[in-house]
Every structure is written in structure tokens, then in C-alpha cells.
């Protein structure tokens, strides 16, 4: 199996990669209005102020959308996996896989309540996934 | 005649369609071109003006001998073309270009002189989707569609209808890929592609190739066929990364692009005559009926099941038989145009009894981008 296609961060995304080895789902948000924002970019993209800061989101998302693909990219493995979108506590989606969770349709219920987990991939690199809640 | 009014004065699609392992991406451009040109009786020498996408506007200009004052490489999927159509009207009435020749080549299937679509893994998409296992736009156009399933209260035979009711359009289209008729039970018991989407919920994937030829409407008088002129056009563009839309149900770019089309044509939905709505996937001409307007949000699939936009209904969509049963090379968007372009000319395989206006509705990458061009064969 080909090595797992892995982000290569850039200067405006490294923040979030490197919360992501330590185990943190870091978002942005913008300082006036409060109101974050994914993906990473130094500014708000609302408003376009360049005040915004850094914080550790809960972790807690709801599944949104997703597909189970049947013919897995090489890199993913031999088995259908579900591309998921979720939708964080604090607004945004991300897309992510879910794990600990048959990739069926009986099991994938959207609006199921989910939690971030990382995933060690390289040296540099965690990926967040996400799981049932509670599980 | 309104004043700065453009019209299309040569359309053409490549000569062979479906299969064409003998030409490769630049050969089916210039096929499509020379044909266009033939239909409009002009040569390389009398284009001033070039655009595409999927090649560059400088491979395609020195390619066939033109040396113009007027080049867009606009590139934003599969609706470049319409915003080719768009910026051209803009260039004609601005006097930077007269004539302008809009081209669209692929080699989606047997990939002859084909490029890739590598995305850096530094790109946002590269780092924030891909990790996650897309394999191409079966994997990512299809995410949104069970949050608007479920926001709806409909069901995967909804996306299923669109398909056989496209499917009874390719039907009466001689070059379709596809012609036989389907049922709901032969889309949804055909092979799971990326769940809930089977093989018939999502385009084919063919070569060929489009050309069109646009001049002002005064001008446009003297050239052998019955002119089309562009009424309205729009354009926006919404996101990279399909994660990212700005709602799961609609589309913004739709939204946007569509509207702009309709203010400046000055027309409402009840006049218009026939639709083009392109359709990567089966959950397109949803989105689509829904986000120009036609319908109310939500309404899009009783609409389809009550047989409005099937032959014969009061609003004929998609009726070359669309990305679903006709063909797709990849980038569509050029045979919706060429579509209503035919309509419009009165010589399409499936002709809408006296249909007078037609609009062509394109979308770019997975939700990425779009385009809405209305034409008609009254002159503005």
C-alpha cells in the first residue's frame, strides 16, 4: 500500500498542525465578533480584520454529510470508508473520516453527536478523525 | 435591437464523440474549432479573439494560426466556457476583440495528450481534504447530498428519477452515449460507486470536444446561420474545497451567478422555454432547478417526479440527455451551450416546439464555480 497522502503545512496553517501532535483541535476566530473559522488563515474571513486569535475548540462535532466510498484510493486501503463532513460545536465543518463505527449506513446516522480523536501518521503530522461520542 | 448585443454565429461539437483514441486534447479543440468555423464560414484568419480552459489560450491560438488581440484562460472547471461566453460579450462591446472563438477539448476517456489535476499537498484541499481519502468527484460533488436529503425529507429514488428521466431524453439523440431506457430499480441496483450514488447517478466519461463562435448582433446578420443571441449572463465562484460550502443544500455560486443572468436579460422563469442544467451527478439539476429559482427549495424532485422537465413537460431540461446519458468529457459546461445553442437554432435532435428562450447553467469543480448564460433566437 502507497504511504497515506499527508498535508504539507504551510506558514499560515503550521498552528493547526502542530496542535494536532498534541492532541488539540485548534480553530481561529475572529477578536471583535468571536466568531470562529476553518480552515486556518491569518485574518477573518467575514470581515477581512487581521484580529483573530488561536483557541482549542471542544472537540465535539455532529456528522453533517458524507459519502462510503466503494473504490478505495490506493493509499486508504482495500475497504469502502465513509468521506465525512462535520459540523463543529463552535460553527464550522471540516471533512474527516470516523472511526471506532461500521462504515455502513445503519451505523452513520447524520446529526450523530461525534468527538475529535488524533491519529499519529508521521513524525510531523496527526490527523484528526473523528468518533461516536462516548465511545 | 437593444444596442451592444453579442451573438453566437458558429457552433460545432467535434466530429466524432463517445471514443476517439486517434486525437489527442489539442486535436479535439481544433476539431471542434474548425468545425465551428465551418459553420460560421470563416477561417482562422478572421478570428480576433480566443478563449478556453483545460489548455491554455496561447496552445490554442498558435495552434490554429490565430494571432488575436483578445485571450482568456479563465479556468474554473466545467463552466469556463459560459464565463468564456460571458467575458467575450464583455470584450466585444469594449472593442477589444470582434470575433471570438471559445473552445473546449478533452480526452476524458481514452486520456490522448491528457494532463492530471495533481493538487499540491500544501494546497487547503491538499491538506484539510485530501488526507481524508477523496478519490476524484464521485467521492467529493456527492458529499453534500444526504444533509439535503435528509433536510428535505427526500430519498435516494429522488436522485434515482433524474437519471431515467434524462435517460428518456438521450433517447431521442442519435449521438448520445447512452439511449436505452432505465427504471429507478435499474439506477439504485446498479454498481455503489460512493454511497448512496451508483454508477447511473453520476456522469460518463467520454471524449470530445465544443466550439463557439460569438460576433456583435449587427454583425452577426450577415453570417449563414440564424443567430443566437446572449440575452443575460452571471458568474460567481464559492469554494475549493467542497467541505467548505457555505450551505450543504444550495448552492451560493448558483445562487448568485444565476440571478445576475436573469436581471440582465430582463426575463422571469415563466419565459423561459427549455433549460440546461449540467449535471456531473444526479443531484445537480436539484440544486439547480432550486438555487436559479424555478422552484422553491425543496421542490426540485416533486417537480422532476411530476414529469415537468421530461419530454413534453413545461419546462424540457437537459434534453440532449445531459453528463448522465449524452456525455462528459470532463468538463461539460461547452455541451450545454452547444445544446442550447441548437435549441435555439431550431435543430436539435430532441426540439422544443418554438422554443425562444434557453438557459445554460453551469457548474465548476465540485460546487466550485458557476455560470448561467440565456439565450435566445429573438433578437433583444
New interface residues.
Given amino acids: 500500500m502507497p504511504p497515506r497522502m499527508l498535508p504539507e503545512p504551510t506558514p499560515e496553517t503550521s498552528h493547526f498542525w502542530e496542535g494536532a501532535l498534541r492532541g488539540e483541535l485548534l480553530l481561529q476566530r475572529n477578536r471583535q465578533t468571536g466568531e470562529a473559522y476553518f480552515p486556518p488563515r491569518p485574518f477573518c474571513p467575514k470581515t477581512g480584520s487581521r484580529d483573530v486569535e488561536v483557541f482549542r475548540a471542544s472537540g465535539k462535532a455532529v456528522l453533517w454529510s458524507y459519502v462510503i466510498n466503494q473504490r478505495p484510493r490506493p493509499d486508504m486501503g482495500t475497504e469502502p470508508y465513509a468521506i465525512a463532513v462535520v459540523k463543529l460545536e463552535e460553527g464550522p465543518t471540516m471533512m474527516t473520516n470516523i472511526v471506532g463505527c461500521p462504515q455502513t449506513p445503519e451505523a452513520l446516522q447524520l446529526d450523530m453527536p461525534l468527538e475529535v480523536v488524533f491519529e499519529k501518521m508521521s513524525d510531523t503530522i496527526a490527523l484528526p478523525f473523528f468518533k461516536p461520542a462516548g465511545a | 435591437m437593444k444596442p451592444k448585443s453579442v451573438a453566437v454565429v458558429g457552433a460545432a461539437e467535434t466530429t466524432k464523440m463517445g471514443k476517439i483514441p486517434d486525437v489527442s486534447v489539442i486535436g479535439l479543440h481544433a476539431d471542434a474549432a474548425l468545425n465551428a468555423m465551418a459553420d460560421a464560414g470563416l477561417t482562422p484568419a478572421d478570428i480576433d479573439g480566443v478563449a478556453t480552459a483545460g489548455i491554455s489560450p496561447v496552445e490554442l491560438a498558435h495552434y490554429l494560426g490565430i494571432v488575436p488581440t483578445y485571450a482568456d484562460g479563465t479556468q474554473v472547471g466545467g463552466c469556463s466556457f459560459m464565463l468564456h461566453v460571458r467575458h467575450a460579450a464583455a470584450a466585444i462591446n469594449a472593442g477589444l476583440a470582434k470575433t471570438i472563438l471559445i473552445t473546449h477539448g478533452e480526452s476524458g476517456r481514452s486520456r490522448v495528450g491528457a494532463g492530471g489535476f495533481p493538487r499540491?499537498?500544501?494546497s487547503?484541499s491538499?491538506?484539510?481534504?485530501?488526507?481524508?481519502?477523496?478519490?476524484g468527484p464521485p467521492?467529493?460533488f456527492?458529499?453534500?447530498?444526504?444533509?439535503y436529503l435528509?433536510t428535505y425529507g427526500l430519498s435516494v429514488e429522488d436522485l434515482a428519477q433524474v437519471a431515467v428521466i434524462q435517460r428518456e431524453w438521450a433517447a431521442k439523440n442519435p449521438r448520445a452515449s447512452f439511449k436505452d431506457p432505465i427504471t429507478i430499480d435499474d439506477v439504485l441496483n446498479a454498481?455503489?460507486?460512493?454511497?448512496?450514488?451508483t454508477k447511473l447517478m453520476c456522469c460518463l466519461v467520454t471524449d470530445g470536444g465544443g466550439a463557439l463562435i460569438l460576433t456583435s448582433a449587427d454583425r452577426a446578420k450577415d453570417f449563414p446561420q440564424k443567430p443566437v443571441y446572449v440575452l443575460g449572463t452571471g458568474e460567481s465562484v464559492e469554494t475549493p474545497?467542497v467541505?467548505?460550502m457555505y450551505d450543504?443544500t444550495s448552492s451560493t455560486a448558483f445562487k448568485v451567478s444565476g440571478k445576475k443572468a436573469f436581471e440582465t436579460a430582463g426575463i422571469s422563469h415563466a419565459d423561459v422555454d427549455h433549460l440546461m442544467i449540467y449535471d456531473a451527478f444526479a443531484h445537480l439539476p436539484l440544486y439547480g432547478l432550486e438555487d436559479l429559482g424555478f422552484v422553491k427549495p425543496g421542490e426540485a424532485a416533486a417537480f422532476i417526479r411530476e414529469r415537468n422537465t421530461a419530454i413534453g413537460g413545461k419546462l424540457p431540461l437537459n434534453t440532449n440527455g445531459g453528463g448522465l446519458s449524452y456525455m462528459h468529457s470532463g468538463m461539460y459546461g461547452m455541451y450545454a451551450l452547444q445544446e442550447s445553442v441548437r435549441q435555439m437554432r431550431g435543430i436539435a435532435p430532441a426540439q422544443v416546439p418554438g422554443a425562444k428562450i434557453s438557459v445554460s447553467h453551469g457548474v465548476g469543480g465540485m460546487f466550485a464555480a458557476s455560470g448561467t448564460i440565456i439565450f435566445s433566437n429573438e433578437a433583444p
Fill in positions: 499540491s499537498p500544501a487547503l491538499g491538506q484539510f481534504e485530501m488526507p481524508f481519502g477523496p478519490a467521492t467529493m456527492t458529499v453534500p447530498v444526504l444533509r435528509k454498481d455503489m460507486i460512493a454511497w448512496p450514488f474545497m467541505s467548505q450543504f
